[in-house]
Each structure stands twice: as structure tokens, then as C-alpha cells.
Nanobody, 127 residues
């Protein structure tokens, strides 16, 4: 069973940057589609970004497009989320999640499609 450990969260001022890491153990991330999700208190879990299993195609929520970049390093068995130009509304617990295959008609931003989840890392954007 694959396990994930997220790291890199913390407190940052608006306009600042953070780089989140999702380090996998127990299995190779090369065989998984990996997504980043976030959840703020009292709000629904939101898909932030995703990188495909096959060819590294990336997807982003409209709210983060142009500011966040997802990447994969299979040699290090790690997926990253570079977050730039952070805004207070980015404040949330960020989770790394993975699934080998989406179901037919599945969409990358649907949390129910993902099987394996990390414990989350807190990102707080405040002055």
C-alpha cells in the first residue's frame, strides 16, 4: 500500500511562495495519477492540481492557474506543488492524493476518485 507524507506547509505573507512535497513510500508514484486537494474549515474539499500517470499532463483549478505548478520526479518518488503569489484565500490544509486509474467519465478534481491520501499539511497565508 502506498503511503504519502506531505511537507513544506507553513505561514507565509500574501504574495509569497511555498513549495509542497508529497513523498511516497511503499510503491512507485510512476504508476499513479497524483492530485493536490485543499480544504478550509467549513468548506468543501477542492481539487487544486493534478498530474497524470502516463505523460505528465497537468491540470489546475481556475483559482490557482498561473500561480501554482505541479511537477513529478519519479527518481525521487515525489510530487511537488510550487505555489507562488499566494493569497489569503489559499489558506487551507493541503492533501496529496493518488489513484492508479480514473473511472470512466471520472474527472481529476473529484476527490471521490482518489484512493490513497496523505495526512495533509497546513498552509496559512496572512500578513
Amino acid at each position: 500500500q502506498v503511503q504519502f507524507v506531505e511537507s513544506g506547509g507553513g505561514l507565509v505573507q500574501p504574495g509569497g511562495s511555498l513549495r509542497l512535497s508529497c513523498a511516497a513510500s511503499g510503491s512507485s508514484l510512476a504508476y499513479y495519477r497524483v492530485g493536490w486537494f485543499r480544504q478550509a474549515p467549513g468548506k468543501e474539499r477542492e481539487g487544486v492540481s493534478c498530474i497524470s500517470r502516463s505523460d505528465g499532463i497537468t491540470y489546475y483549478a481556475d483559482s490557482v492557474k498561473g500561480r501554482f505548478t505541479i511537477s513529478r520526479d519519479n527518481a525521487k518518488n515525489t510530487v511537488y506543488l510550487q505555489m507562488n503569489s499566494l493569497k489569503p484565500e489559499d489558506t487551507a490544509v493541503y492533501y496529496c492524493a493518488a489513484v492508479q486509474w480514473l473511472s470512466y467519465g471520472g474527472v481529476w478534481y473529484n476527490a471521490r476518485d482518489y484512493v490513497y491520501w496523505g495526512q495533509g499539511t497546513q498552509v496559512t497565508v496572512s500578513s
